[in-house]
Nanobody
Framework: QVQLVESGGGLVQAGGSLRLSCAAS????????MGWYRQAPGKQRDWVATITSGGTTNYADSVKGRFTISRDNAKNTVYLQMNGLKPEDTAVYYC??????????WGQGTQVTVSS
């Protein structure tokens, strides 16, 4: 059974940084694309970033140049380094893992709050 556990969220002032982590178990981590979505109060869940099994990364325009996604296959962990945080980045951040033919598995989410 695939399990994803996020950590690293918290309260930070605008302009600050946070690093989110997502530890995966129950799968062959290195074979799966990983990524992050976020959901602000009253809004839909929006895609943030993806990293493929080969290490190719893609970002939403709203975070490009500020956020960096990376993975450590030895630790079965994906990271989201968030710099230059803005109040509009406030959301619950969800990690996901893609499985071909099975869809996505999701973590429970971690709250990020950016104060102005």
């Amino acid at each position: 059974q695939v399990q994803l556990v996020e950590s690293g969220g918290g309260l930070v002032q605008a302009g600050g940084s946070l690093r989110l982590s997502c530890a995966a178990s129950g799968s062959i981590f290195r074979l799966n694309a990983m990524g992050w979505y976020r959901q602000a109060p009253g809004k839909q869940r929006d895609w943030v970033a993806t990293i493929t099994s080969g290490g190719t990364t893609n970002y939403a325009d709203s975070v490009k140049g500020r956020f960096t996604i990376s993975r450590d296959n030895a630790k079965n962990t994906v990271y989201l380094q968030m710099n230059g945080l803005k109040p509009e980045d406030t959301a619950v951040y969800y990690c996901y893992q893609s499985h071909i033919g099975q869809g996505r598995y999701w973590g429970q989410g971690t709250q990020v709050t950016v104060s102005s």
